[in-house]
């Protein structure tokens, strides 16, 4: 089945652009609630899928023996800013583990957040690994070496810390993976299809606190994010502001290539979405977009706003255009 | 007619993103000699459009009144990088007119070039309108102006200049502009369909030295672009390196949102074509991909390789995919 068209960008009365893609909402039973495109596209949900990186490890109690708290899961769930907040956490997860950033594989990068990131430059600062996006996913990775074991190289996809997301990833989607791509930050990040994530959010979802260890884990995860918004992403991102204007209810977490996802505990809901061309505008429209069509946010909240009705301005600040969700899904 | 699928973005063995698209290859009579997608697709060719808008005022004579060189025009139809010849260049032509960056209406921008960003973040340099892309296009009509007349706010849709483009972008494409979009730079942008665009182009590539004003003045802007690469675009940019691949034997510019048109002045034929989605890498690889298909560049050549058969690589320089062409297209 072909992508559905689920984003425009208008500039003037031309409709300039298009964005297509595939949309599944799910419920932990695996049945489709609603659907866009082809539910059965197969997709590397990139960061999308880190709570379920980290549910390989968590579910087996490293993160208690560890004495991790929800602020360490939300920054293991992160596609982080580089931001104080969340470059201490990991330096400190770091030391606490007897590490150091020279422990981390998951290469330098500059901050995404740009303040900061001309800030470095005007210090010539040297570029550092716990700016990277992914540096708290990759503390996790050395957390979990406590329990599966494995040599320094923790993203080879042979190593036991990858097998054991592997196996977990595959169990909580159920579907085996039909491949997998090396990430950004060269972790392997393992094939799914949308529905495959949408049901295993759907799971997150419904996940009790006193369920098995399978279930805790998913709902320490869900609740570390909800509750940890400025963690999971960082000022001004997408993630952060559309989790904090739902006050703690709902996990979100975006993949780059956008890739979408959202664990709605409330309703018992999971989400997944995959923008066929990569835009991250078109993923964060349609999210946006699904969000208050469930009811979990009002159309009219500015994080909602900014997303589903995204003003586009010329260099002198002169209106010249607006991305918008496509008419069924406004 | 739907956009046709083009270029793939693969990671590893998984199909990770796809863009699609519309083209059309046309001679100079308008008849289409080979077509992607649906020709008659309305786009706003956004930068794509500079020679056109140029050719309002070329025509008329004015640049030679104003003594302009072809260096001069090839910057007029430039989206640049910001770099020294850019910005030095088009100070000089604001002298040259008794005007300054003051007189500009495009607006601020930082340079596109990162390593020049950089350096002016670094040294807390103010930002100025002579490093917007477009700003050689804006000195262009404030030389205009000496045509057409009208007050300081020549980015005004009724502004003489603008109703100059206009007329002449119609006349040129044989197509009423069903409308417009205020561009980046604020100046309008009118819309036409790809292959209107394609055959304005075909006639840039059919136009003769010798002809009358009209096509002297395509003939002699197409000249100027393909004769300084790195005037049109810089360091690194498609434009610049696939112009200096052809030797001087061909035109090319991109536009926001990914549009792209070739000239090509030997084959008598014009190039138009638009990535639906507006992503950069899927016009770069499919105008890369038709110059190789009519035989203007070399598949093999770095400059197309860079374009056709893009590597991707984690943070830490692990090979993770590749943008390419659709196979019809290699």
Not at 149 to 159: I, K, L, M, S, W
Not at 189 to 198: C, E, I, L, R, W
Request: aromatic residues 4%.
């Amino acid at each position: 089945m072909a992508a559905e068209q689920l984003v425009e960008v208008w500039r003037g009365d031309i409709l300039e652009c298009t964005h297509a893609g595939h949309a599944v909402v799910c419920n932990a039973a695996g049945e489709i609630v609603e659907s866009w495109g082809d539910p059965d596209t197969v997709i590397l949900p990139r960061s999308s899928a880190k709570m379920l990186q980290a549910l390989s490890w968590v579910e087996t109690g490293a993160a208690d023996r560890a004495g991790l708290t929800d602020a360490h899961l939300a920054v293991a769930c992160a596609s982080h800013e580089g931001e104080a907040i969340h470059t201490d956490l990991v330096r400190r997860w770091l030391g606490d583990l007897g590490m150091s950033e020279g422990d981390l594989r998951c290469g330098v990068q500059s901050p995404w957040n740009r303040d900061l990131r001309n800030e470095m430059i005007r210090e010539d600062a040297p570029l550092c690994q716990i700016h990277n996006n992914c540096s708290g996913k990759h503390a996790g990775f050395l957390t979990a070496m406590g329990t599966f074991g494995g040599d320094a190289e923790y993203t080879e996809v042979d190593h036991p810390v990858q097998q054991a997301v592997k196996a977990n990833f595959e169990e909580v989607t159920e579907l085996a993976s039909p491949g997998f791509g090396v990430d950004g930050c060269s972790a392997p990040n393992y094939a799914t299809t949308v529905k495959g994530m949408a049901h295993a959010m759907a799971k997150f979802a419904n996940a009790s606190e006193d369920g098995d260890a399978r279930e805790r884990g998913m709902a320490r995860l869900t609740r570390a994010m909800a509750s940890h918004p400025a963690l999971v992403a960082g000022t001004g991102r997408a993630c952060t502001e559309l989790m904090e204007a739902a006050g703690g209810r709902i996990a979100l977490k975006f993949g780059a290539e956008a890739n979408y996802v959202a664990i709605l505990p409330e309703q018992g809901l999971g989400i997944s979405l995959k923008i066929t061309d990569g835009a991250t505008r078109g993923c964060e429209a349609v999210i946006a977009a699904l969000l208050v069509r469930l009811g979990v946010l009002e159309a009219d909240h500015p994080a909602v706003q900014k997303r589903m009705n995204v003003p586009m301005f010329s260099r002198r600040g002169i209106p010249a255009g607006r991305v918008v969700p496509v008419a069924g899904l406004r």
